[in-house]
């Protein structure tokens, strides 16, 4: 059991998916190599590229493999029964390997090319000379982590790019490093989720392949049993900034891709028209909630509109020790300040408030509503409206709640959504394969679950029935899960940067903005009688896409420069 464990866990941690050799080799098909080409496989694992490449180049190289290992293949592993494994296999296939080769066992983020130490690059975290490879390809590490002790530095070299964040993890930074050390005409060919062409934590990652160079992404229709995550082959050329990018047989431009926020590569289809007026995120903010740490201390389940406290709160001062400050601190870790401050505060007999949580003798039965709770928003089914089905103990405006959290791990302490608590607004499920959008009534309590949207200040209340009706459309789910944000999370940036219906005119925005009204008011009083699915297709033709809406606003925008 422990060593299924410890095997899982260093699998996820180093983003273990091998490529099933024909896979690599058909994609190594398409590359044609000369004798003098530098290649290079990041994180080669079992060598299901590097395998074929030394094939290949024994071919080209008379059969010398001290050459091919010193000229032609560079190639580094992290694991170290992955990394052995495949120097045996070598020699079991080619003879024993030269003295001197190019494949190293390191961690390729700190690792310096052509060989050697890492040495700390230049402010902008390049390389000063070009790079050095011709072709580099491989699968690179997906969702694996960092190397926490040089995160910093990792951060300073490869953390930003063309002005925009490139999220910390293995797979971007892989692709990073590997865009510095291509050669100006290198080309990169990697195995990647399909999550990247659109996934907000990306952008930053589209933007640096697109002003490096051109790209091409290919559906990989099988990858492996071992993931079950759709997967995609990134073509790049380094040839200098794109005007366009293929994806899947089709071309998007640039100017289609800026149109949407997150610098979509699913752009350049026909939701592009939706894209040239403004965003929800003009009209409306949107954020997400927060978390107890302990729903079970805090959160109860409403039943014919009352609820059962189990539970008593009390507060007490706790005692500040290091040991404590330490198992509270992100990475358990703390400053040589931060250490210093609390053994003095330790010293001192310092106390923090806390609370203490203890079972009642018997449940106390509380109807609602009551001064002590409100009405707690987390994720559940219905569209338009539901009533509510959970409340959070809220005394003293959730004193106990927010002591609880600020006693707990660092990521406890913050109070996500804090200053939309109790407005009013709509809501939808965080996690869904469509836009579950409720109304929102003002009072509640904002769960991480089930983020929500609320009106800019000075917007008048009819865009929040306009807003909710759009959102409630299929056209709506399709531009969002196709174009913003094709995985399973539905964020409040996501929200933000959907279309704000410009396309609609005054005569159907003003039925739109009465039907959603008057449905949210049916629901609310429980007279909606099964009329849901009948509304939902209305809701669809108000808010057709009126194509000479589309004219204006392109002529708009193309004044404007947009
Ligand atoms: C998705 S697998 C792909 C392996 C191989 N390229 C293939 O296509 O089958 C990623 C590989 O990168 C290795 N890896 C993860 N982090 C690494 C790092 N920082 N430096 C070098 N290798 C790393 C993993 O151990 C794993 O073998």
Redesign the pocket.
């Known amino acids: 059991m422990a060593r299924t464990r410890h095997h899982r866990d260093k699998k996820q941690q180093?983003?273990?998916?091998?490529?099933p050799p024909e896979i690599?080799v058909r994609i190594l098909g398409g590359h044609t190599l000369r004798p003098c080409d530098r290649v290079l496989?990041?994180?080669?694992?079992?060598g299901?590229?590097l395998l074929p490449l030394i094939d290949t180049f024994m071919m080209l190289r008379s059969n010398d493999l001290s050459a091919v290992l010193n000229e032609n293949i560079w190639g580094?592993?992290?694991?170290d029964e992955?990394f052995e494994g495949t120097l045996a296999q070598i020699a079991r296939r080619w003879g024993p390997l030269p003295e001197h080769h190019n494949l190293v066992r390191?961690?390729?983020?700190l690792q310096d090319y052509p060989n050697g130490e890492w040495r700390e690059l230049n402010g902008a975290g390049r390389l000063g000379q070009d790079g050095w490879f011709d072709l580099i390809v491989?699968?690179?590490?997906?969702g694996?982590t960092v190397?926490i002790e040089h995160q910093n530095r990792l951060e300073a070299a490869y953390g930003r790019r063309g002005g925009l964040k490139i999220k910390k993890e293995?797979y971007s930074f892989f692709i990073v490093k590997s865009l510095d050390l291509l050669r100006t005409g290198g080309r990169l060919e990697f195995?990647c989720s399909d999550t990247f062409l659109t996934i907000p934590t990306m952008k930053g990652l589209r933007k640096a392949l697109m002003d490096e160079g051109t790209s091409e992404v290919i559906r990989l229709d099988e990858f492996s049993p071992e993931t079950s995550y759709p997967m995609v082959v990134l073509r790049f050329a380094k040839d200098g900034p794109s005007d366009s990018v293929k994806v899947e047989h089709r071309t998007a431009s640039r100017a289609s891709i800026n149109a949407t926020a997150n610098l979509s590569w699913r752009a350049g289809g026909a939701l592009d028209p939706y894209f040239m007026g403004p965003t929800l995120g003009e009209v409306m903010v949107a954020s997400s909630g927060m978390t107890t740490g302990k729903n079970e201390y805090f959160v109860r389940d409403i039943v014919n509109g009352e609820l059962q406290e189990p539970y008593a709160f009390t507060f007490v001062e706790d005692p500040v020790s290091v040991e404590r400050e330490l198992a509270r601190a992100r990475l358990n870790q703390l400053s040589k300040k931060q250490l210093a401050k609390f053994a003095q505060m330790e010293q001192n007999g310092a106390t923090r408030r806390n609370v203490r949580v203890t079972p009642r003798e018997e449940p106390l039965r509380v109807a609602l509503p009551h001064p002590d709770y409100r009405y707690y928003n987390k994720a559940q089914t219905g569209l338009f409206y539901a009533p509510p089905r959970y409340a959070i103990y809220w005394r003293d405006k959730g004193d106990a709640v927010l002591t609880f959290k600020q006693n707990g791990r660092w990521y406890l302490h913050g109070v996500g959504g804090g200053p939309f608590f109790e407005r009013e607004g709509i809501t939808w499920s965080l996690v869904a394969s469509r836009l579950k959008m409720r109304y929102l009534p003002e009072g509640y309590i904002l769960d991480s679950g089930s983020p929500c949207a609320f009106l800019r200040d000075g917007v008048p209340r009819d865009e929040l029935w306009f807003i909710l009706g759009w959102t409630l459309t299929e056209k709506a789910t399709e531009i969002l899960k196709n174009v913003l944000n094709h995985t399973m999370n539905i964020q409040s940036k996501d929200f933000e940067r959907m279309p704000y219906p410009f396309w609609v005119s005054e005569g159907r925005r003003h039925d739109a903005i009465a039907l959603v009204r008057e449905t949210v008011t049916a629901a609310m009083n429980g007279l909606l009688d099964n009329r849901e699915d009948q509304i939902l297709a209305d809701l669809e033709c108000l808010y057709m896409l009126d194509t000479s809406a589309v004219g204006k606003a392109r002529a708009t925008c193309g004044a404007a420069g947009k």
Do not use: R
Request: hydrophobic content about 45%; proline content about 9%; overall charge negative.
């Open positions: 180093l983003g273990q998916f091998l490529t690599a496989e990041p994180g080669f694992g079992a299901a590229f580094i592993e992290v694991d992955l390191g961690d390729f983020l491989g699968n690179p590490p997906f694996g190397s293995t195995i």
